[in-house]
C-alpha cells in the first residue's frame, strides 16, 4: 500500500531543514539580477490572522518563484512594534509594554515559521528595540538640522479613547482610526516633520508608478490636493492687520460679501469687539469640542458675527468677518472668502444669516437676480458688477485678475496644498522618544548623536490617560548638553508610522551600527521591487514612507526616489456572520443545528463580511494548519480569489485544496516504480506522449506567466490541477511500456513538472515529493522548467461564439484546449465582449473543438 499524505512531519522535517540550511539567507550579489520583494511588516498583536496568511502567502510565491527563476531575492519580515495596543494590554494585564510585545513576536514568529515562508530571519527588526528606534532618533537630528522638524503650538486632533495627538490622516471621518473615539480639537506645542517640502515631488511622483494600482495613486493625489490659485490679503477695517485667504476662484473676488474664519484662527481674539466675546468664545468652545464633522457636506453650516470687518482690497466693500463651522485651520489659510451667488456653501449660510448676494457672473445669455436665486451659480459664464471685467467669460478673466491683485500689492498667484505638515508628537509611552532637550539658558537643544539612543524608562506608571506618562524625574531631569546646567528631556514619542517609514531600508543593513543602513548596500537593493499590503494604508503609511524616502536621499543617504516600484493591494478575507437574537454574533462553534448553544434561540446566517474578532467571523490559522497543513493553507488563500479581490472564507474550498494535494501525492507515491530511472521527455514525441508533452509545456507556460505577468495565482493553480487530471487519465497507458519510451519519459517529464510548479504554493510537499523523485538538491534551488516552445505550436480548430442563443462571434483555438483557455479567448474577442459588456454571464458552456454557448442578462 502506498504510503499517506501526511502534512505534519512532511512540513516539519522541511521546515527543519531550511532554517539549519539557513536557506533563504540573502547576500549582495551583482553576479545576479536583484529582486526585493517586501509584504508590510505585522503589529505583534499575539497571533496571525487570515489576512496575514493571505498576504504573506502571496509574497512567499513571487519569491521563491523568483529564485527559481535565478534572481538575487530579498524577502524579509520583522515587526512594527510600538503602539497603543501594547500599552493598554500593559494597563489591562499588569505587565511591561516589553514583555508583552516579545512574548507576541516569538509566537508570531513560531507561527509564520509555520507557515513555512522563506523570510531571510537574519534580518528581522523590531521597531521597539533600541538598536532600531536609535536610528529613528537619529534620522529626526539630521531632519531638525535641515529644518524638517520643527516645534510650533498648533491645533491638533486628540482622541479622548487614547489620550493622544493624532495626524490628520489617521482621524478618518471625524472619528480616531484606532479606537472609533470622535476626535476633538485641542491647542498644543507639537513636533511637526515637514513633509509639505515635499508635496510638488510627491504630486509629480504619482505619475511615474506605472506599477502603483491608480486608485491609490488617486487617493495620495486627493490627500495632496494642489490647487492653483491667488493669494488675497483682505484688510482689518479699522486695524493694521489682515486676513489671508487662498482661492481658486479670482474671477468672483467682486462677489465676496462676507469673510468666514475657521474657529481656531488665531485673529479671532484680536478682533472680536467687547459686545460680541462671550458669544464668540461660546462658539470656538462649542465647534472645538465637537471635532472635526465626519462629513463636511452633511453639517449644518452655522457660525457667529465676530463684530469685525474687513475690506475687500478690488471694491473696497466692507464686509462682516464670521467664525464659522464648516472652516478647518488647517486647509488653506483657515480663513475663506464668501460669496454666496457662486458657492452653495456660502449661498445656504448666507440665507440662514440674512447676509446679502451678490450676482458677479451670468449664465450665457440669461441674468441671475440674487432674490429669486435658490441656488448658487457655480457654472462658468459671463461676468457682471465686476469693474473692468464686466462682459469677459470668467475663465479668461481670471490672470487680469490676479494681476490687478499684485499690482494693489494685495495679494499674488499661489499654489496651495491640502496637504499638512506631520505631527509626530504622541502623549504615550511605548514609542520612539523624541531626542530634544529643554533648557531655560539654551532652549531647545537635540540630544548629541553620541547620547543616543534615548532610551525609554522602565520606572513608570501607565494609566492610559492624560498626558505622557514619560513625565517622571528619573527621565525629564537631566544636564544641559551645552552649558551642563539642569534641563529637562522631551517627553512626547514619536508617531509609531514614523518606525514603518523606513524599515525597508534597515533591512538592508540590519546589523549595521554607524549608520541607519549601507549607502552601497541600498543602492544594489533599493527600490523595493514588488510591496504588497493592504488598501488601508494608501495613504498613512505609504505617502510617509515616499516621503522619508526622498527626505533621506537628500540627507545623501541613498539615491532612490521612491521607495516601492511595484504595489499590490491584496483584498480582505471575509467569512458569514452568525447572530442569535439573545446574544448576538457568535461564534461557529456556539452554534449547533442552527442552534445557539447557550440559549437554544435560532442562529441568523448574516452577510459574508471582513474576518473582524468583534463579529466573531474569524478563523484561527493554527486550527487549519493542525488539520490540513501549511501548505493546503497557503493553496486555499492563493485559489479561492485573485490576490486583489477579496477572498470568501470555505472549509469546503480548504477540504478541496487538501483533496487536490492529496492527488499530487498519490500521483508520484502511487507511480514511484515507474517513474524512478526513468529520463524526462525533453523534445520531441508522436501520438499519446507528445500530447502529454505539449499539456506539460502549455502548463509551464501558463503557470509562469499568471505568476510573473498577472499575479493571477488562482488560474495558475488550476492550470496544474488540470494537468494533474490529464496525468491520472494517461497513467493506465504506461502499463506494459519501457522505461525508456516516449509515453514513460513524457509521463516522468510532465510529474517532474507538476512538483516543481506547485512548489511557490506548497513548497513542503514539494520538497518531499521532488526527493522521492530521486533529486538531493531542495526545490528552491533547482532552476524552474523552461517552455518548449514548439510543444506550443498545435493545430488550430475554429470555436463558434453563440450568445443568448444567436451566433456572435468565432475564435481560433488550439485543438483540446480547455475551457479556461477558450473562455481567455473569448473574452479577447472584440465581437464577443461587445455582446457582454455591461451584463452578467449567467452560463458558460463550451462543446470542445465545436461551440461556446454564453448566456448573459
Known sequence: ???????????????????????????????????????????????????????????????????????????????????????????????HPAKWTYSNIDNMRTQLKRMGFSYDWSREVATCTPEYYRWNQWIFLKLYEKGLAYKKRSTVNWCPGCATVLANEQVEDGLCWRCDSTVEMKDLEQWFLKITHYAEELLDHTYKLPGWPERVLVMQRNWIGKSVGAEVDFKIDGRDESIKIFTTRPDTLYGVTFMSIAAGHPAIGRITTDERKAEVDSFVKGVKAEGKPRDMEEVKKEGVFTGAYCVNPLTGDKVPVYVANFVLMEYGTGAVMAVPAHDQRDFEFARVYGLPVKVVINPPGKTLEAATMTEAFVDDGVMVASGPFDSTPNTGAMEGIIDLIEEKKAGKRSINYKLRDWGISRQRYWGCPIPVIYCEKCGTVPVPYEQLPVILPEDVKLTGKGFSPLDVPSFTEVKCPKCVGPARRETDTMDTFVDSSWYFLRYISPKVTDLPF???????????????????????????????????????????????????????????????????????????????????????????????????NVIDPDRIIERYGADTTRLFSLFAAPPEKDLDWSED???????????????????????????????????????????????????????????????????????????????PSLDGKAKDSAEARSFKEAVESVVLLIAPFAPHISEELWSKLGYTTPVYRTPWPSVDEAALV????????????????????????????????????????????????????????????IVVA
Open 518 to 616: 549601507k549607502k552601497d548596500e541600498a543602492g544594489y537593493w533599493m527600490p523595493v521591487d514588488q510591496y504588497i499590503g493592504g488598501i488601508e494604508h494608501a495613504v498613512l503609511h505609504l505617502l510617509y514612507a515616499r516621503f522619508f524616502t526622498k527626505a533621506l536621499r537628500d540627507l545623501g543617504l541613498h539615491k532612490a526616489d521612491e521607495p516601492f516600484t511595484n504595489l499590490l493591494t491584496q483584498g480582505m478575507v471575509c467569512k458569514e456572520i452568525l447572530k442569535c437574537s439573545e446574544h448576538g454574533y457568535i461564534y461557529p462553534e456556539e452554534s449547533k443545528d442552527g442552534k445557539c448553544v447557550h440559549c437554544g434561540k435560532g442562529v441568523e446566517v448574516g452577510a459574508v463580511e471582513k474576518m473582524s474578532k468583534s463579529k466573531k
Open 794 to 853: 498545435m493545430a488550430e480548430v475554429t470555436v463558434v461564439i453563440q450568445i443568448n442563443g444567436k451566433v456572435r462571434s468565432k475564435v481560433n483555438v488550439p485543438v483540446d484546449s480547455t475551457e479556461a483557455m477558450v473562455r481567455e479567448t473569448v473574452m479577447k474577442d472584440e465581437k464577443a465582449v461587445g455582446w457582454i459588456t455591461g451584463k452578467e454571464i449567467k452560463k458558460f458552456v463550451y462543446v470542445p473543438n465545436k461551440i461556446v454557448n
Open 653 to 731: 474550498g480548504v477540504e478541496g485544496a487538501y483533496r487536490f494535494l492529496g492527488r499530487v501525492w498519490r500521483l508520484v507515491v502511487e507511480n514511484e516504480e515507474a517513474l524512478v530511472g526513468v529520463e524526462p521527455l525533453k523534445i520531441g514525441a508522436e501520438g499519446t506522449a507528445k500530447e502529454v508533452h505539449s499539456a506539460t509545456h502549455r502548463t509551464i507556460d501558463r503557470v509562469t506567466r499568471d505568476i510573473e505577468e498577472r499575479f493571477h495565482f488562482n488560474t495558475a493553480i488550476s492550470a496544474v490541477m488540470e494537468l494533474v487530471n490529464l496525468l491520472y487519465q494517461f497513467r
Open 1 to 95: 500500500m502506498a504510503e499517506r499524505y501526511e502534512h505534519r512531519p512532511i512540513e516539519e522535517r522541511w521546515q527543519a531543514a531550511w532554517e539549519a540550511d539557513r536557506a533563504f539567507s540573502t547576500s549582495e550579489d551583482r553576479s545576479k539580477e536583484k529582486f526585493y520583494v517586501l509584504e508590510m511588516f505585522p503589529y505583534p498583536s499575539g497571533k496571525i490572522h487570515m489576512g496575514h496568511v493571505r498576504n504573506y502567502s502571496i509574497g512567499d510565491v513571487l519569491a521563491r518563484f523568483l529564485m527559481m527563476r535565478g534572481k538575487n531575492v530579498l524577502h524579509p519580515m520583522g515587526w512594527d512594534s510600538f503602539g497603543l495596543p501594547a500599552e493598554n494590554a500593559a494597563i489591562q494585564h499588569g505587565t
